[in-house]
């Protein structure tokens, strides 16, 4: 099965956009250091551009929590695939996601993390579809607002494909 990919944000306005939230990220946290969770796999590549772009201190964790299989919709089982490796315990941690759309993955991983006593707990999203909301969950950082399509690109899959494009698509089926 084949499917195209429309253009929905380009390379440009991305780049530019993670430059913003990383300065405000910069701001909010200096004097301290920040404590980044990657949620693999979607978002990776947003965690290594954000990263380069926070002017404090960055620590790195990964934690991997899967509900979405190969599928374009929710499970709405989330599963703990890889923890991370050291305690969060004291430390000021922001989580770095590629898209909150359900808000199922992020507001159990936030109730997993609270319970390891983080000094301060956030998140920053790269995209947030707030139409599909079915779990409350609060964002601290968000890019983009984007509608209720599917998308692809920059971590984001269909199927384990596009998560390389350096552009945000909706995939046409
Ligand atoms: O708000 P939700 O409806 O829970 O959806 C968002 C989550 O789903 C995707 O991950 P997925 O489980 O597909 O794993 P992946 O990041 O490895 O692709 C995405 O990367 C988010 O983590
Ligand atoms: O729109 C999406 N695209 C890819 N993965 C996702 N996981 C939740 N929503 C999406
Ligand atoms: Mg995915």
Known sequence: MSETIRQLISEEDVDKKIREIGEQ??????????????????????????????????????????????????????????DLDESIEGKDVLIVEDIIDSGRTLSYLIEVLKQRNPNSLRLCTLLDKPER?????????????????????????????????????????
């Open 25 to 82: 990220i910069s701001r909010d946290y200096e004097g301290r250091q920040v404590h980044l969770i990657c949620v693999l796999k979607g978002g990776v590549f947003f965690t290594c551009e954000l990263a380069k772009r926070i002017n404090v201190p960055v620590s790195l964790d990964f934690m991997s929590v899967s509900s979405y299989g190969d599928d374009t919709s929710s499970s709405g089982v989330v599963r703990i695939v890889k």
């Open 133 to 173: 909301r079915v779990k409350d969950v609060n964002v601290d950082y968000v890019c983009f607002n984007i509608p209720d399509e599917f998308v692809v690109g920059y971590g984001l899959d269909y199927a384990q494909k596009y998560r390389n494009l350096p552009y945000i698509g909706v995939v046409e089926l």
